[in-house]
């Protein structure tokens, strides 16, 4: 190749730009937000007695629609926008949201699951770490947010594994927690948009 005909590298007089452009994404945190609120507010309702343990199946059917699908979206978003705190927060809470639907889906009424409970202190762990980090990173909205969800999974798996309603009872109480603070960092984040 002639010198004439050499292209200059990105960065050097006549190159490219040293950093391709990239298209902005946009905040997913709202989006995941919501999601989470939508199926705390289910949970809650049943783990207080206001939705029937009878419409469990029901329940489950709502926490697949209102949570995973929704939060993996979110996740993958975060990843794109290189936000890997709240994309990591998110995709393990929709996980354990998909887990809790499927079993309430396929267990009868009135039943407990140390299987969900064990796999939920994990989830719950993940989000406690996920709101640690995000605290750290200067986002202390989503730390907040991450913070009661991780309680409310970590409170749904000592529920499951010590078949407790007054554990239930507790968890459905930091739901609505979460499903209030949830809300309040959507509209905080849909704000400075």
Known sequence: MAQQDRVPPPGEPGGGPAHPAHRPVVDPKPLGFLALAAAS???????????????RVQIGIMLLVAAPVVQLLA????????????????????AGWAARGLTWITMPAGSYSAA???LLIIVGAAALLSAAEALVRGSAVAAVVLALAALNFLLTAASELAASATVADL???VGLAVTAAALAAAATVLQRQ
Request: aromatic share 4%.
């Open 41 to 55: 507010l289910i949970a809650a309702g049943h783990d207080l007695g206001w939705i029937a343990d009878a419409e």
């Open 75 to 94: 996740s993958t978003m975060g990843f794109v926008a290189r936000e890997p705190v709240p994309a990591t927060g998110m995709a393990l809470l929709g």
């Open 116 to 118: 969900l409970g064990t």
């Open 171 to 173: 968890a459905g109480a």
